[in-house]
């Protein structure tokens, strides 16, 4: 996502002061704006898992003495992966770009 947002100027096209579009995105633009979705689909799935491994090697260091801590714990970790792995980029954008309309716009689809 971070890498969309990074490059949206070229696939929405080139905008002038005004706003006012002055160069349409080509097909190409276009292909490389969905290509950067894909992959940004698939790094999502892809570090999901790896944060399932690392909060269950974490979890299996506590060495809990029961099983509800266990679970209790592991449920917490990978919901602290999940949410990292989910809305850091609308984190960046919000902090350190501080684009509040591209933000609500991504927030919204």
Same mark, same amino acid.
């Given at each position: 996502?971070?890498? #969309? #947002?990074?490059?949206?100027? =070229?696939?929405?096209? *080139? ?13 190409? =633009?276009?292909?490389?704006?969905? %290509?950067?979705?894909? *992959? #940004?689909? *698939? ?7 790896? /944060?399932?491994?690392?909060?269950? %090697? ?7 003495? /029961?099983?509800?801590?266990? =679970? $209790? /714990?592991?449920?917490? %970790? ?6 990292? $792995? ?13 684009? #509040?309309? @591209?933000?609500? %716009?991504?927030?919204? @689809?």
């Amino acid at each position: 996502m971070v890498l #969309y #947002y990074h490059f949206k100027g =070229d696939f929405e096209g *080139v905008k002038d002061a005004a706003g006012n579009i002055v160069k349409l995105p080509t097909i190409k =633009d276009k292909i490389y704006g969905v %290509m950067l979705t894909g *992959v #940004y689909s *698939v790094l999502v799935v892809v570090f999901n898992i790896v /944060y399932k491994s690392v909060a269950l %090697m974490l979890t299996e260091l506590q060495n809990f003495q /029961y099983q509800s801590t266990y =679970d $209790n /714990y592991m449920i917490a %970790m990978l919901f602290r992966f999940s949410f990292l $792995n989910f809305y850091f980029p609308l984190f960046i954008i919000a902090f350190i770009d501080k684009e #509040y309309f @591209t933000l609500f %716009m991504m927030m919204a @689809t």
